[in-house]
């Protein structure tokens, strides 16, 4: 079955650098698009960042462009999510989701706190 499994959260100081990592299995990785959402408390789930099945496009939220970077690794069933300049607005759970299913298929989440 597909298993998505997000790590590399954690507390950072404003002005600081994370990277997250998913992992995926139990599907052909190459031949799907990926994504990087968010959810802080008391918001909705977010959009942050995609990118197609080969990496040859990406797209993010305004709030992130020019700050996150998402790439992907298809020999390694991986996607990244390279988070420079980060903000206490960051402050979420970061998920990883691929569109398979009728809701696409999501990670459990990694944690990220940005705060001085």
């Known amino acids: 079955q597909v298993q998505l499994v997000e790590s590399g959260g954690g507390l950072v100081q404003p002005g600081g650098f994370l990277r997250l990592s998913c992992v995926a299995s139990?599907?052909?990785?190459?031949?799907?698009?990926m994504s990087w959402y968010r959810q802080a408390p008391g918001k909705e789930r977010e959009l942050v960042a995609f990118?197609?099945?080969?990496?040859?496009?990406?797209t993010y939220a305004d709030s992130v462009k020019g700050r996150f970077t998402i790439s992907r690794d298809n020999g390694k069933n991986t996607v990244y999510l390279q988070m420079n300049s980060l903000k206490p607005e960051d402050t979420a759970v970061y998920y990883c989701?691929?569109?398979?299913?009728?809701?696409?298929?999501w990670g459990q989440g990694t944690q990220v706190t940005v705060s001085s």
């Open positions: 989701k691929v569109p398979i299913g009728l809701a696409g298929s």
């Open positions: 139990g599907f052909t990785f190459s031949r799907h698009s």
């Open positions: 990118i197609t099945s080969a990496g040859g496009s990406t």
